[in-house]
């Protein structure tokens, strides 16, 4: 991780209870600005562990983070403290052990290549600000099903892209190109790097900042969005216009309590459900126009 703030970084931790906490918390780590976040129980709550730019005061963030709290009455700040460059490295470089995914992926961060286990296909994504790192469990739903439904010389939109996982994993898959839309300027930048990470070149891919297909011409022959409820709503307006017939759209980042929301919202699109996929309080469906 590049260091722009100096020579230390704040970490400040947040809890959360109740059904949604996870989800919550993960909204919160996202839109904060985090350069590095981790989610873990402690005491029956969740916590989340992020770390934010010595270059700014602490006021900053943490007057910042009770901004972004106020959506999420359940989010309370709970600590922060000063961490030195050297050491939150060092503490962090093995809070991301290659983690399987699917039957054949393996997510791992970029400092253990050379420890690829033999028949699986890697994806080397950095830690960083940008939301998929593939150890959240909608990550996982998600990379199954590219995994079930991206087929050699497709080409994919990414929705809500992230770190890039997704549509990297496509590519490693055989698919052809690839374009990718965030609305986070940040995002895109974390994209750039993981796609270098995984040796493809950066002019196979169009990386735009834009919200859900906006900009996106043309049909293509896969679609994966890895959001909220809403914003995966919204995208299937844009469908149709955006995906060839008879081709997979892939949508996750919704808990199992929405699919009950989802599902009709597919159908009244003119999707069908192909298939579908729960981990944990998670869910995410492939689906495709009759």
């Given at each position: 991780?590049?260091?722009?703030?100096?020579?230390?970084?704040?970490?400040?931790?947040?809890?959360?209870?109740?059904?949604?906490?996870?989800?919550?918390?993960?909204?919160?780590?996202?839109?904060?600005?985090?350069?590095?976040?981790?989610?873990?129980?402690?005491?029956?709550?969740?916590?989340?562990?992020?770390?934010?730019?010595?270059?700014?005061?602490?006021?900053?963030?943490?007057?910042?983070?009770?901004?972004?709290?106020?959506?999420?009455?359940?989010?309370?700040?709970?600590?922060?403290?000063k961490i030195e460059n050297r050491d939150w490295h060092t503490e962090h470089l093995d809070s991301f052990p290659p983690l399987p995914v699917g039957v054949n992926f393996i997510v791992m961060a970029p400092w253990h290549k050379g420890k690829e286990p033999s028949g699986k296909l890697p994806l080397y994504i950095y830690p960083g600000a940008a939301f998929g790192t593939g150890y959240h469990e909608s990550t996982q739903i998600a990379l199954s099903l590219v995994e079930r439904f991206v087929k050699a010389g497709d080409s994919i939109l990414d929705v809500g892209t992230g770190s890039g996982i997704l549509f990297i994993a496509a590519l490693k898959l055989g698919a052809a190109k690839a374009a990718a839309r965030d609305m986070d300027p940040t995002a895109i930048a974390e994209v750039r790097r993981n796609v270098e990470s995984n040796g493809f070149s950066l002019e196979s891919c169009d990386l735009q900042v834009g919200d859900l297909a906006e900009g996106v011409h043309g049909r293509l022959d896969a679609l994966t969005a890895n959001i909220l409820l809403e914003p995966n709503l919204r995208l299937l307006r844009d469908a149709e216009r955006v995906l060839k017939p008879s081709c997979f759209a892939i949508f996750s980042g919704m808990t199992t309590a929405e699919r009950t929301t989802f599902l009709p919202a597919l159908?009244?699109?003119?999707?069908?459900?192909?298939?579908?996929?729960?981990?944990?309080?998670?869910?995410?469906?492939a689906a495709k126009f009759d």
């Open positions: 991780m590049e260091n722009t703030g100096g020579n230390f970084w704040w970490s400040v931790d947040l809890e959360s209870d109740g059904k949604a906490a996870e989800e919550a918390l993960s909204i919160v780590a996202d839109l904060s600005g985090s350069i590095g976040a981790e989610l873990f129980e402690e005491g029956g709550k969740m916590v989340l562990r992020a770390a934010y730019l010595g270059s700014q005061d602490i006021a900053h963030w943490t007057g910042f983070l009770n901004d972004l709290s106020a959506d999420f009455p359940q989010v309370r700040l709970r600590s922060h403290r159908s009244s699109a003119g999707l069908s459900l192909v298939a579908e996929l729960t981990k944990g309080d998670w869910w995410g469906c």
